[in-house]
């Protein structure tokens, strides 16, 4: 199973190109397509981003929606309909498009998030806030991760 672990700043160039850190290629290196899909998060003001690979069981997933209700049709246009998919180059960068600069409020740097299964990709700043906030919510609310089925 794909696993995008710890926290990387790093530089976005001009042309929107940035390296994607070195794990994270690894960890990507037996998938069939050599990149990433990304695609604007839907709680906060940073970028999601998955194997290719993960988009087919997302897919599966909104077949738990009726195929034509404005639940499945919404989820469908917001993750499908805005999603890019994008190559690594031979020096393992990506070139983020504009529209995707903008929303997460890119600038010369920015932080590649691992979240385990998928990773996000934030402004740095905007990032350290985040963090702080999620460490204040797991401790607030006690949050712990569940037991497995097998009761692990």
């Not at 604007?40 to 599966?60: K, N, T, Y």
Request: aromatic share 10%; net charge negative; proline share 4%.
């Amino acid at each position: 199973m794909t696993l995008f672990l710890s926290t990387f700043i790093n530089k976005v160039d001009r042309k929107g190109r940035v390296s994607v850190p070195a794990s994270f290629r690894a960890a990507l290196a037996d998938q069939t397509f050599q990149g990433v899909v990304l695609f604007r998060s839907h709680g906060h003001a940073c970028i999601e981003g998955f194997p290719q690979s993960f988009m087919a069981e997302l897919s599966d997933r909104l077949d738990n929606f009726d195929l034509f209700s404005a639940d499945q049709d919404d989820l469908a246009t917001s993750i499908f309909g805005e999603s890019v998919q994008l190559p690594f180059d031979g020096d393992g960068r990506i070139i983020l498009p504009a529209n995707i600069i903008e929303y997460a409020d890119l600038g010369e740097q920015c932080a590649f998030v691992g979240m385990g299964r998928k990773f996000q990709i934030w402004n740095p700043s905007a990032f350290e806030a985040r963090k702080s906030e999620a460490r204040e919510n797991v401790k607030s609310r006690g949050v712990t991760i569940p037991k497995t089925a097998g009761g692990a």
